[in-house]
């Protein structure tokens, strides 16, 4: 499945490597934010949570030439990108600014947030690693393998093209369901292996002893859920 995936986010991509590469940094406080909401496009994103009172990004941008732009525009839009930390009540929004409307350039993501925080993360194309985090993830990807590990919350996971693995406590979740429209779905507990039933895809539902809903959506890719 990894293959497949990687072969559609070339696809997806469509741009062929420009001159510009530039790397930012933001550190924003945390305090009074419960959600760190990202939106991102193409690329990479590692998300960790730690004890910390302060969010921190850094964001390596490479200008790319796609179907409807030019060198030149992508290069400019490079250099005079900007993180736009936005702030709506209890939540911290990340944004790139200007955005990459036509595929202009890729952006990989490295964010530390509070341990306690949740995540908000709409990325495009790209694999996705969020660790430690204990507030939850709302994630929605379209072509890209994510890991998800030690981590807490309602988990709500829709990937398009993928593999998906999450790791955490079997104390914390109570439904847990997965659902891969091609590919294998499997939930291993401290009670043992749980496979999912069907034929080209597969499905799965549990019920833990907490309270956290775990919810893994796969177009095309395996679901492997661990809870120990």
């Known amino acids: 499945?990894?293959?497949?995936?990687?072969?559609?986010?070339?696809?997806?991509?469509?741009?062929?490597?420009?001159?510009?590469?530039?790397?930012?940094?933001?550190?924003?406080?945390?305090?009074?934010?419960?959600?760190?909401?990202?939106?991102?496009?193409?690329?990479?994103?590692?998300?960790?949570?730690?004890?910390?009172d302060t969010v921190s990004a850094r964001v390596t941008l490479r200008a790319t030439k796609g179907w409807f732009s030019s060198s030149r525009r992508a290069e400019k839009l490079v250099e005079s990108a900007e993180v736009v930390p936005e702030e709506a009540g209890s939540?911290?929004?990340?944004?790139?600014?200007?955005?990459?409307?036509?595929?202009?350039?890729?952006?990989?993501?490295?964010?530390?947030?509070?341990?306690?925080?949740?995540?908000?993360?709409?990325?495009?194309?790209?694999?996705?690693?969020?660790?430690?985090?204990?507030?939850?993830?709302?994630?929605?990807?379209?072509?890209?393998?994510?890991?998800?590990?030690?981590?807490?919350?309602?988990?709500?996971?829709?990937?398009?093209?993928g593999d998906v693995e999450v790791t955490g406590e079997w104390a914390a979740f109570g439904p847990v369901r997965a659902d891969s429209g091609v590919g294998n779905a499997v939930l291993r507990t401290p009670g043992g292996r749980h496979g999912g039933r069907g034929f080209v895809g597969h499905e799965l539902a549990a019920s833990g002893p907490g309270e956290a809903r775990l919810r893994v959506d796969a177009g095309v890719g395996d679901v492997t859920i661990v809870l120990r």
């Open 91 to 161: 939540t911290l929004r990340l944004r790139l600014r200007p955005a990459a409307r036509k595929g202009e350039y890729e952006a990989w993501w490295s964010v530390v947030v509070p341990a306690s925080a949740g995540i908000r993360l709409d990325n495009g194309v790209g694999d996705v690693r969020i660790t430690d985090v204990q507030g939850g993830v709302n994630l929605d990807l379209g072509v890209g393998d994510v890991r998800l590990a030690d981590v807490a919350g309602d988990l709500v996971i829709d990937v398009g093209v």
């Open 1 to 52: 499945m990894r293959t497949l995936a990687a072969i559609l986010a070339l696809l997806l991509a469509s741009a062929a490597q420009a001159g510009g590469t530039r790397t930012l940094t933001l550190e924003h406080p945390a305090g009074g934010f419960s959600t760190i909401d990202i939106d991102t496009g193409v690329g990479d994103v590692d998300i960790r949570g730690a004890e910390v």
